[in-house]
């Protein structure tokens, strides 16, 4: 019988929650402004009047921080849930966690191998590295016309704008 009013009452607070939610968009729908000009599509960029083109050319290792970024950051939130329960888990959670992390690190080792984490002048790089641009990394470079020669089979199209020269590694 508890388990039933336990249920009754979670969907009598759902339906609730929905029900105020969609009372709340409607009214505004119903009472908010109804206009359109020009200036209402534009984009508000803190006061200041947007100028040029927002398709500017980004360099494609900032995609690439990003990726490995979330990488080794989900791999941070996975070794503080093992840290929390390590000691219900015991040695075996220890070997898993072992296994995990050396996965992770030779992942890294490859990636510095392959150059994915060099961006600084070419004269800087460190001994051993195979790249030679610092976009080349783990995707391959990028021509003039903006087309990624990964060093896998397949080409991606970035595109380089309006016939604008691209510079090796730049995504438009």
């Known amino acids: 019988m508890a388990d039933d009013l336990t249920l009754f009452r979670a969907l009598v607070y759902i339906g609730s929650v ?14 908010g402004q109804k206009h359109k000009e020009k200036v209402t599509d534009e984009p508000y960029e803190s006061g200041i009047a947007p100028t040029g083109s927002p398709r500017v ?13 979330v990488i080794f950051d989900l791999e941070a939130a996975f070794l503080f849930a093992w840290a929390v329960a390590a000691r219900k888990l015991g040695w075996q959670g220890y070997g898993a966690v072992l296994v995990f992390v050396a996965i992770l690190v030779v ?3 490859y990636e510095w191998r392959q150059g994915a984490l060099d961006f ?3 004269g800087r790089r460190l001994p051993g590295v195979v ?26 199209y970035f595109g380089a704008g309006s016939g604008a020269a691209a510079r090796p590694g730049d995504v438009a």
């Open 18 to 31: 929905l029900g105020i939610a969609g009372v709340l968009v409607f009214v505004s729908w119903i009472l």
């Open 131 to 156: 790249s030679t641009t610092p976009s080349a990394g783990v995707f391959g470079a990028a021509d003039g016309a903006g087309v990624l020669r990964s060093k896998r089979s397949a080409d991606v």
């Open 107 to 109: 992942g890294l080792i």
């Open 57 to 69: 050319p980004f360099n494609i290792d900032f995609y690439l921080v990003g990726l490995l970024f």
């Open 120 to 122: 600084g002048p070419p």
